[in-house]
């Protein structure tokens, strides 16, 4: 059974940045798209940046310059690090498989910019 554990949250402030991290257990992590989302309050879960087992990634147009997402295929382990924060990126952040199916959803980990 898959299991991803997401850490690194917290509040900061406008400007600042954090370093998210997810560790993944139970599966071939090397050879899927992983991707990190988020869900704020009264939103959709949205999808904000993914890495392919190439490396190569994508974001969407709000984090773009911003946030950096990274693995570590020896550690299981998948990076989302977020620079230059906004209070819009106030959310819980939580990592995935993307494709046509989800694993399981981890507990995610919050994070609160204030202005």
């Known amino acids: 059974q898959v299991q991803l554990v997401e850490s690194g949250g917290g509040l900061v402030q406008a400007g600042g940045s954090l370093r998210l991290s997810c560790v993944v257990s139970g599966i071939t992590f090397s050879s899927n798209v992983i991707g990190w989302y988020r869900q704020a309050p009264e939103n959709w879960r949205e999808l904000v940046a993914s890495?392919?087992?190439?490396?190569?990634?994508t974001y969407i147009d709000s984090v773009k310059g911003r946030f950096t997402i990274s693995r570590d295929n020896v550690k299981n382990t998948v990076y989302l690090q977020m620079d230059s924060l906004k209070p819009e990126d106030t959310a819980v952040y939580y990592c995935?498989?993307?494709?046509?199916?989800?694993?399981?959803w981890g507990q995610g980990t919050q994070v609160t910019v204030s202005s």
């Open positions: 890495i392919n087992s190439d490396g190569s990634t």
């Open positions: 995935n498989r993307v494709g046509a199916y989800r694993w399981s």
